[in-house]
């Protein structure tokens, strides 16, 4: 890889009809946080998972912040070039298709970032506990990308009017949101985990189903994973 590169955790597909994930861990993680809920929601798919570069007192983190929930936004647009750089590097590399981010906390404020800034890098998102990432954000087409938004009723970081202006944000992008708030706080809950292995094996059903050749392929081309 290039100077994108970020130390991550790639771990390969073992299913030709899953989507790759993109996982990306909030504040203090690193790329080994959100595996196991990836294999949880999406079990045969190809799963990349960096870890932030930035430190905020040695803990990991996708951007800087300025304060609880007041983000350096000059800095939000550069790493979010930065990881859609990294994911076009690691799709040559792997060989892998536009991945389906799946963000926490810090890791989905990037991946809504990466959406509007960059919108060809993701084919879709989970974004779990999400908040407007960019005050003035650019003009996005997001043409009819899946994301799923899953907020927390008793979420004490990400207000309800944040989390609703973020849907507004992505659907008038033209992406297909569904938002759903769940009575949780912030973090995250069983419930999480089953609205969104759900909505993964939606989209991969509407995908097949769009493309009638995609069985044929699978005959033809069968995965084989190494680890």
Do not use: C
């Amino acid at each position: 890889m290039t100077e994108s590169a970020f130390i991550h955790r790639f771990e390969p597909a073992t299913s030709a009809g899953s989507p790759p994930l993109l996982l990306l861990h909030g504040t203090g993680g690193d790329e080994n946080d959100l595996v196991g809920l990836g294999k949880m929601i999406s079990p045969g798919s190809a799963l990349l998972s960096p870890r932030g570069r930035v430190l905020e007192h040695g803990m990991p983190r996708f951007f800087r912040r300025l304060t609880e929930g007041v983000f350096d936004e000059e800095d939000v647009r550069r790493r979010a070039l930065e990881l859609g750089d990294f994911v076009a590097d690691a799709r040559q590399q792997y060989g892998i298709t536009a991945p389906v981010a799946v963000g926490f906390s810090n890791g989905a404020n990037i991946a809504a970032a990466l959406l509007l800034l960059k919108p060809d890098a993701l084919a879709g998102a989970i974004l779990l506990r999400a908040m407007v990432p960019l005050s003035d954000p650019p003009k996005a087409a997001l043409d009819g990308k899946p994301i799923l938004l899953l907020s927390g009723q008793a979420d004490p970081i990400v207000s309800a009017s944040n989390s609703a202006r973020l849907a507004a944000l992505l659907s008038e992008a033209g992406a297909r949101v569904d938002h759903k708030v769940l009575p949780a706080g912030h973090q995250l809950s069983q419930a999480d985990v089953t609205l969104s292995r759900d909505w993964i094996g939606d989209v991969e059903a509407k995908a097949a189903a769009a493309d009638p050749r995609s069985s044929k392929k699978l005959e033809n081309n069968p995965i084989h994973s190494s680890r």
